[in-house]
């Protein structure tokens, strides 16, 4: 079962520049959750802090009693063995072929026989759909094939923790929706507790359980999906709808004259589409069914009441959606 | 770790310094450390020892020649022409040899390991490792910095030697010098700490030059251009180094060595 991560009063700068401050949040055991925010929000920066590669300022972030900020290189190099991360463009050794580079981590941290790291680089690889490319080297291959390779290098390890970072970039909009089933399946298979950090609404949307999001060095809203999709928060609903309509400008926040104008020429700033809150993709029929489900569902479950009444109505909807497929026990 | 802002002149050149110590320290201490990477230190030491034997060879007979030359028409003018083998033997093997091996590891296998460390950290290479709980310096860095001590050490005997056979031969052919007061004059001025001093320097040179390499190289600034300039950095940086450290050994060890005969 995955590790939960706990967060608290992160805050990163770099220089004078604020990244983001005081950020709170607790990643549930097993639960996928998405960090949402716009270009240049600092969310990889974000990504990096919990694997303890920057150092924030100040805060905590704690991974079973580790504290990967803080504690010494010795205790954190431990954790890290843990944790599967997915760099934005795969991060391979380019000396490296993809066999060696997807084997790398279990040469050096297991004793396993060579035979043994065949077999599970070559499950890897069939998982993400590599299969046949081992003697590649990573300049040889697409972005998108460098990305599916960084991810099978991050599974080798059976890892506690999964961060992904920008799964989707790069990649066309058939082979996001396989990455989305890819991630869901991997946690129904592992239970591992996962960060995916991204701007893209169709993986939000339909796969994690609870989602964040980063604007102007704040966490605007962490919290159950349905509560982030139906959320009355001006950043987050235009985020969602990804138009022109909100506080979110083109470099960082619109100032106050710009949305009193825009205000007056609403309807040059094209159509406000409605928010459509698809069901949460289901693992890949054959494979167990999220552990973490029922946890989440337990947890959802206590708040409920506290919640408002458009995101009830949501849960409740993905809750009959679920249990119509086969879902909850 | 991010550095406090402070506006004391030369407190970022201390910085460095303190980051290159702190490298340094650490390479020490990672070369303890298990598991070892025999398998990158073969590979290293066959790559340095390849690219630097052949212009180290072909450094060392001109410059022993030189070195002989020198000497020889100078002892001849102060009619001490018996000596020449001897006093240019303490020249190559003393100073001339440990700069050469220093110089081309530096300048032939130290870029190299500089931009191939650059590239890989611009690449996030470099983090990829660490987040799989893999540590940079200890994959990387110690094999590196052990083969450039290494081949240095190694080297160095081989530079004496030439540079040695390269003076005899000139000194000999071409300055009418007489084989038999060559070599007798080794034993005259020559002794074993001498051997002793230049396999010492090669080491620290050899050291010197891996350790600037590695920390240039996992430091560069950003973008290709941030690798080439960190290229030309390490290389320059430990040139410098390389004749501070000399000045420094020579000194220590004439005053500790007293000179034959004395």
């Known amino acids: 079962m995955g590790i939960e991560v706990t967060v608290e009063g992160l805050s990163k700068a770099f220089g004078p520049q604020t990244i983001w401050r005081d950020v709170t949040l607790t990643l549930p055991a097993g639960e996928v959750s998405v960090m949402l925010g716009p270009s240049g929000t600092g969310k990889t920066v974000f990504l990096k802090s919990l694997i303890g590669l920057l150092k924030p300022e100040t805060g905590r972030v704690l991974v079973d009693g580790v504290d990967m900020v803080n504690d010494p290189d010795r205790k954190v190099f431990a954790m890290r063995k843990k944790f599967g991360l997915m760099f934005q463009d795969g991060a391979m050794f380019g000396s490296m072929n993809l066999y060696d580079n997807i084997a790398f981590p279990l040469r050096e941290h297991t004793r396993k026989t060579e035979k043994e790291i065949r077999r599970i680089v070559l499950e890897q690889m069939d998982v993400v759909g590599l299969l046949g490319e081992e003697r590649k080297l990573p300049g040889q291959i697409s972005g998108g094939m460098r990305k599916r390779a960084g991810l099978a290098r991050a599974l080798v390890m059976d890892p506690e923790i999964i961060l992904c970072d920008e799964p989707d970039s790069g990649l066309d909009p058939v082979r996001t929706a396989y990455i989305s089933q890819l991630l869901i399946d991997v946690n129904a298979r592992i239970d591992a507790t996962m960060l995916i950090v991204t701007h893209n609404i169709e993986i939000a949307s339909t796969v994690p359980d609870n989602i964040g999001m980063l604007f102007l060095r704040d966490l605007v809203a962490f919290g159950p999906r349905e509560v982030l999709l139906t959320s009355e928060e001006p950043v987050v609903g235009q985020f969602l709808r990804g138009n022109r309509h909100g506080p979110i400008g083109m470099t960082e926040e619109k100032d106050a004259a710009k949305l009193e104008e825009e205000a007056r020429a609403a309807d040059t700033l094209g159509p406000v589409r409605p928010i459509h809150i698809p069901p949460q993709l289901r693992p890949s029929p054959g494979l167990p069914a999220r552990a973490a489900e029922a946890r989440h569902a337990a947890a959802v479950d206590a708040i409920l009441p506290t919640l408002s009444h458009a995101a009830q109505h949501a849960i409740r909807e993905n809750r009959a959606h679920l249990n119509q497929t086969g879902g909850l026990t | ?262």
Do not use: H
């Open chain 2, 1 to 262: 770790m991010t550095s406090p802002d402070t506006s004391v002149p030369g407190a970022s050149a201390l910085r460095q310094t303190g980051r290159l110590f702190t490298l340094a320290a650490s390479v020490v201490a990672l070369t303890f450390r298990r598991p070892f990477q025999v398998r990158e230190l073969i590979q290293q030491f066959y790559f340095i020892a390849s690219v630097s034997i052949l212009p180290t060879a072909l450094v060392s007979i001109p410059f022993g020649a030189v070195i002989a030359l020198q000497v020889g028409s100078l002892a001849t003018q102060l009619g001490a022409q018996s000596l020449t083998g001897g006093a240019s033997v303490l020249a190559v093997v003393q100073q001339a040899s440990p700069m050469i091996v220093a110089l081309i590891i530096s300048g032939a296998a130290g870029s190299a390991i500089c931009a191939d460390l650059g590239s890989r950290t611009i690449r996030e290479e470099m983090d990829a490792m660490e987040v799989m709980g893999v540590s940079p310096i200890q994959r990387l860095v110690v094999p590196r910095v052990l083969a450039c001590v290494g081949v240095s050490v190694l080297l160095n005997g081989l530079v004496s030697v030439v540079g040695v056979a390269g003076g005899y031969f000139f000194n000999v052919l071409m300055q009418d010098g007489t084989p038999g007061a060559y070599l007798a004059s080794f034993s005259a001025l020559a002794q074993l700490p001498d051997l002793y001093v230049s396999e010492a320097k090669a080491l620290l040179f050899g050291l010197i030059a891996g350790i600037v390499a590695s920390y240039r190289g996992l430091n560069p600034a950003p973008g290709p251009k941030g690798v080439g300039d960190a290229v030309n950095q390490s290389v320059v940086i430990t040139f410098l180094l390389l004749f501070f450290v000399n000045l420094t050994m020579t000194a220590i060890y004439l005053e500790v060595v007293p000179p034959k005969g004395s």
